[in-house]
């Protein structure tokens, strides 16, 4: 593996084997064509063309179509086509900013192919000898990149929080943060991707479809004496590295889970330990915003 590789592999899709999922005229996600079959035993709640997926206009408001699409999602569940029902549900828009059409369950999210956001934090440490980053260890017990390593703290933004929100109660979750802390971190940027989902693609293995994720990067400098403790057993334990040897488990291994690769390098870009001189350096820096 190398940096452009974990790039290369959360952008693979071939849009050819979905069509779009329009909320009114405004296009909400895109469906794989045989999701969209399986819509069709729900003329009350989809209309289903051979080019698209319409929700029907019957839903006229936000409330309506989240309950709808909700009850679709709870027999897709136990026909086994969606993971799993998730206790989160994930606004959905048509654009970054625009206004929320619907809410949807966080497990059929790339089912239905919808804009995810979230939030990843880079926890760093200044040493005599230059900067650590804290990593942490997923569970083992996690649907998606089980026991893979991870930032010191990564979360779905959920309905009904911005990003800082979202920060601020993951770096408590996650990292046993308190909010002064966390709110020293400086928003840095975000990553986009578009990942097709299914048996060989990364990730959970038991979801089809399509990821299009916004990942919203901070950074926060920790004190020294500052030892992360998660809250909600998301990750089994934290290690302080040098960032030299981060970079390298980036460029040269599979340890972390798919999407913090994009994130840890961004970091080394911004903090000037990944630069020019590097042959993929341009593409490297455009293909973290795709």
């Not at 790039?7 to 909320?23: K, S």
């Not at 919808?114 to 990593?135: E, T």
Request: contains cysteine.
């Amino acid at each position: 593996m190398s940096f452009l590789d974990h790039i290369h592999r959360v952008n693979r899709h071939d849009m050819a084997g979905f069509r779009p999922f329009l909320i009114g005229p405004d296009i909400a996600g895109y469906v794989r064509h045989a999701f969209a079959e399986r819509l069709r035993r729900f003329p009350d709640v989809f209309d289903v063309e051979p080019a698209s997926v319409h929700l029907s206009a019957r839903l006229e408001n936000v409330e309506a179509r989240t309950a709808a699409v909700a009850d679709v999602v709870a027999v897709l569940v136990e026909d086994g086509i969606v993971p799993k029902l998730r206790f989160e549900e994930f606004p959905v828009l048509a654009e970054p900013g625009g206004p929320v059409l619907m809410r949807l369950n966080r497990g059929a999210v790339p089912n239905f192919g919808i804009i995810a956001f979230g939030v990843h934090l880079n926890g760093y440490v200044r040493k005599p000898d230059g900067l650590h980053l804290w990593i942490g260890r997923r569970s083992r017990t996690k649907n998606v990149a089980p026991g893979k390593l991870d930032n010191m703290v990564a979360g779905g933004q959920g309905d009904g929080l911005g990003p800082w929100e979202t920060l601020i109660k993951e770096s408590a979750e996650e990292a046993g943060l308190p909010e002064a802390l966390a709110s020293q971190a400086r928003p840095v940027g975000a990553i986009s991707y578009t990942m097709e989902m299914g048996p060989d693609r990364a990730g959970d293995s038991r979801q089809d479809g399509l990821r299009r994720d916004v990942l919203y990067c901070y950074d926060l400098e920790v004190p020294g004496d500052f030892i992360p403790v998660c809250q909600d057993d998301e990750l089994e334990d934290f290690t302080l590295l040098p960032v030299a040897e981060v970079r390298r488990l980036v460029d040269e291994t599979e340890d972390f889970k798919f999407n913090c690769n994009l994130v840890i390098t961004d970091f080394l870009v911004r903090h000037g330990y990944l630069g020019p001189d590097h042959p993929d350096y341009l593409k490297i820096v455009s293909g973290l915003h795709r």
